[in-house]
């Protein structure tokens, strides 16, 4: 599934990314993917929400720089060997893949996400469909 993901530059300080999720969840926002790094100064945030709508607007009241892109949500089977699967098929065809993140799941009746961020998420999702 194509989904809207938010990077997120928060000054690299105690208490920034608690703001932010203090704010979604004012908004009603459940953050469903969440990848955070940080470098000596700014703190990269990037999430999936079940709202795209909402979060921009609580980002934008709360004042957080960020910027929006398509990536793409694969779900994975919660086994060995899951990702290894879809990423040998994106790389049989040549889709080369920008950065990649995922979810997990603590019991086998659960779903794993991998959020992908690639040139072609088309092409990402018809492979993909093929995988699960």
Same mark, same amino acid.
């Given at each position: 599934?194509?989904? $809207?993901?938010?990077?997120?530059?928060?000054?690299?300080?105690?208490?920034?990314?608690?703001?932010?999720?203090? %704010?979604?969840?004012?908004?009603?926002?459940?953050?469903?993917?969440? #990848?955070?790094?940080?470098? #000596? +100064? !700014?703190?990269? %945030?990037?999430?999936?929400?079940?709202?795209?709508?909402?979060?921009?607007?609580?980002?934008?009241?709360?004042? %957080?720089?960020?910027?929006?892109? +398509?990536?793409?949500?694969?779900?994975?089977?919660?086994?060995?060997?899951?990702?290894?699967? !879809? !990423?040998?098929?994106?790389?049989?065809?040549?889709?080369?893949?920008?950065?990649?993140?995922?979810? #997990?799941?603590?019991? $086998?009746?659960?779903?794993?996400? %991998? !959020?992908?961020?690639?040139?072609?998420?088309? $092409?990402?999702?018809?492979?993909?469909?093929?995988?699960?």
């Amino acid at each position: 599934m194509i989904k $809207k993901q938010f990077t997120l530059y928060l000054e690299n300080k105690p208490g920034e990314l608690a703001r932010v999720t203090r %704010v979604l969840a004012i908004e009603k926002v459940n953050i469903e993917g969440i #990848s955070v790094s940080a470098g #000596s +100064d !700014v703190g990269l %945030v990037q999430l999936i929400a079940n709202n795209a709508s909402a979060t921009n607007k609580g980002l934008a009241k709360a004042r %957080v720089p960020f910027t929006v892109q +398509d990536v793409s949500v694969i779900p994975l089977r919660n086994e060995p060997g899951a990702l290894e699967l !879809v !990423v040998s098929k994106l790389a049989a065809v040549g889709i080369n893949i920008n950065y990649i993140y995922a979810t #997990s799941c603590l019991n $086998k009746n659960c779903k794993c996400h %991998v !959020v992908i961020s690639a040139p072609d998420l088309r $092409k990402v999702e018809a492979v993909c469909n093929k995988c699960l």
